[in-house]
């Protein structure tokens, strides 16, 4: 019997699966896994975990004849625990690979690390366009903020929203939606009458939203990380936004998968792009989906959940390729090009930026079987970074 460890949550976390026993010759090759266990980000770290310990329970925790062990460590989203727990992973555990990194100023500071170890680092959930700039090691599995606030835009204009005012929290990946929704969408003959930034911490929605009513824009853009959607949509209503025709757009961080349900009929109509939904329908999501909820009771997968899975698999596939060699440069160049179907759709690793590629989707809140869902209706194809794509 092997046992395949999360270590670091205790009793709880940890968890064996039955495999015929074998004789391992090498070291264990340690994942340092990072994320905001608790705090109020607690839900991302929550979805990658879960989906890391489904991907280690379905294809076991033996690569290459090399062990896999993975190490999680809390940092609550606080920057200065994240730089700790890297280096004390890479010193004193001698991770590998250190990967999670739940916010853009988590993965950040874990990158002039990794680049002095020479150890990947692997972002599972994080969406500044600038991440995968600051490390030659750095791999990312999840996504870029204007991935899909350029495709909010390009759809926004072409469906009879000419005036919109944008609503982005007040950090990188805010600017970064700010900016690439503002540029896109005039691009596309669109107005933006009005451009408004809420803090990150403790955020009070409120006074922003009723600026945003008194400009009177067809729509309101909004960015805001996964967690704090639920309060921006509950203060919209209680404004009587949505009974003044103003309508609510954004990208898909606003109605994640994982507290959508608790949003209530509010929520119906509103439409977001982005690159993962649970209800998203293929073969290969409705699996992944159903392995996820029976492994998780009471949960369902969001847009985090499978940046930890295609994270797991991106890390097993390197290893096949190197034949169980974990230096970091032979690594990267293993991950750089490699494609693969995720549960998100086909996504491919751009060997020039190490950022991905994926499909990008339009979707509407629906009410389906009793569930409130994105249902997707339109897809952008094979989307890259704009950001980087635009400083070729
Ligand atoms: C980020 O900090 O990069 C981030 C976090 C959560 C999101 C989007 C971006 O939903």
Same mark, same amino acid.
């Given at each position: 019997?092997?046992?395949?460890?999360i270590r670091g949550l205790g009793g709880a976390a940890a968890?064996?699966?039955?495999?015929?026993?074998?004789?391992?010759?090498?070291?264990?090759?340690?994942?340092g896994l990072i994320l905001p266990m608790t705090g109020p980000f607690t839900s991302t770290g929550k979805q990658i975990t879960a989906a890391v310990h489904?991907?280690?329970?379905?294809?076991?925790?033996?690569?290459?004849?090399?062990?896999?062990?993975v190490i999680l460590r809390d940092d609550a989203g606080n920057a200065?625990a994240t730089?700790r727990l890297a280096?004390?992973l890479?010193?004193?555990?001698?991770?590998?690979?250190?990967a999670g990194f739940g916010l853009?100023?988590l993965?950040?500071?874990?990158?002039?690390?990794?680049?002095?170890?020479?150890?990947?680092?692997?972002?599972m959930a994080?969406?500044?366009?600038?991440?995968?700039?600051?490390?030659?090691?750095?791999?990312?599995?999840?996504?870029?903020?204007?991935?899909?606030?350029?495709?909010?835009?390009?759809?926004?204009?072409?469906?009879?929203?000419?005036?919109?005012?944008?609503?982005?929290?007040? &950090?990188?990946? +805010?600017?970064?939606?700010?900016?690439?929704?503002?540029?896109? &969408?005039?691009?596309?003959? +669109?107005?933006?009458?009005?451009?408004?930034?809420?803090?990150?911490?403790?955020?009070?929605?409120?006074?922003?939203?009723?600026?945003?009513?008194?400009?009177?824009?067809?729509?309101?853009?909004?960015?805001?990380?996964s967690g704090?959607?639920?309060?921006?949509?509950?203060? &919209?209503?209680?404004?009587?936004?949505?009974?003044?025709?103003?309508?609510?757009? +954004?990208?898909?961080?606003?109605?994640?998968?994982d507290?959508?349900?608790?949003?209530?009929?509010?929520?119906?109509?509103?439409?977001?792009?982005?690159?993962?939904?649970?209800?998203?329908?293929?073969?290969?999501?409705?699996?992944?989906?159903?392995?996820?909820?029976?492994?998780n009771?009471?949960m369902?997968?969001?847009?985090m959940s499978?940046?930890g899975?295609?994270?797991?698999?991106?890390?097993?596939?390197?290893?096949?390729?190197?034949?169980?060699?974990?230096?970091?440069?032979?690594?990267?160049?293993?991950?750089?090009?490699?494609?693969?179907?995720?549960?998100?759709?086909?996504?491919?690793?751009?060997?020039?930026?190490?950022?991905?590629?994926?499909?990008?989707?339009?979707?509407?809140?629906?009410?389906?079987?009793?569930?409130?869902?994105?249902?997707?209706?339109?897809?952008?194809?094979?989307?890259?970074?704009?950001?980087?794509?635009?400083?070729?």
């Amino acid at each position: 019997m092997l046992s395949i460890m999360i270590r670091g949550l205790g009793g709880a976390a940890a968890f064996a699966l039955l495999a015929p026993t074998a004789a391992v010759a090498q070291e264990p090759v340690k994942i340092g896994l990072i994320l905001p266990m608790t705090g109020p980000f607690t839900s991302t770290g929550k979805q990658i975990t879960a989906a890391v310990h489904l991907y280690m329970q379905q294809h076991g925790d033996t690569v290459a004849g090399r062990k896999i062990e993975v190490i999680l460590r809390d940092d609550a989203g606080n920057a200065e625990a994240t730089k700790r727990l890297a280096q004390e992973l890479i010193v004193n555990s001698h991770a590998r690979i250190i990967a999670g990194f739940g916010l853009t100023p988590l993965a950040l500071v874990a990158a002039p690390l990794a680049t002095q170890a020479k150890v990947p680092e692997i972002i599972m959930a994080a969406g500044t366009s600038i991440i995968t700039e600051r490390s030659p090691y750095i791999v990312r599995t999840s996504f870029t903020v204007p991935q899909s606030a350029k495709v909010t835009a390009e759809w926004a204009a072409k469906n009879n929203i000419g005036k919109v005012v944008t609503l982005v929290t007040d &950090y990188a990946p +805010g600017h970064d939606a700010e900016a690439s929704f503002t540029e896109h &969408y005039k691009a596309a003959g +669109g107005q933006v009458v009005a451009a408004l930034r809420v803090p990150l911490q403790n955020p009070d929605f409120a006074p922003f939203l009723q600026r945003a009513a008194d400009a009177k824009p067809d729509a309101i853009f909004v960015f805001v990380p996964s967690g704090p959607g639920a309060i921006v949509m509950k203060q &919209y209503v209680e404004r009587g936004m949505d009974k003044a025709g103003i309508k609510m757009i +954004g990208t898909g961080d606003l109605t994640d998968d994982d507290i959508l349900p608790g949003y209530g009929d509010v929520a119906l109509g509103i439409i977001t792009a982005h690159f993962y939904a649970t209800a998203h329908p293929s073969a290969a999501n409705k699996a992944y989906v159903e392995a996820f909820k029976k492994d998780n009771p009471g949960m369902r997968p969001n847009f985090m959940s499978v940046g930890g899975y295609d994270g797991m698999h991106l890390i097993y596939e390197a290893l096949k390729k190197t034949g169980g060699k974990d230096d970091g440069d032979t690594l990267v160049e293993a991950m750089k090009g490699m494609k693969w179907e995720s549960p998100r759709g086909p996504i491919e690793i751009d060997s020039r930026t190490r950022d991905i590629i994926q499909n990008v989707y339009v979707r509407k809140v629906e009410r389906v079987g009793g569930e409130l869902q994105n249902v997707e209706f339109a897809t952008f194809e094979a989307v890259k970074d704009p950001v980087k794509e635009e400083k070729k």
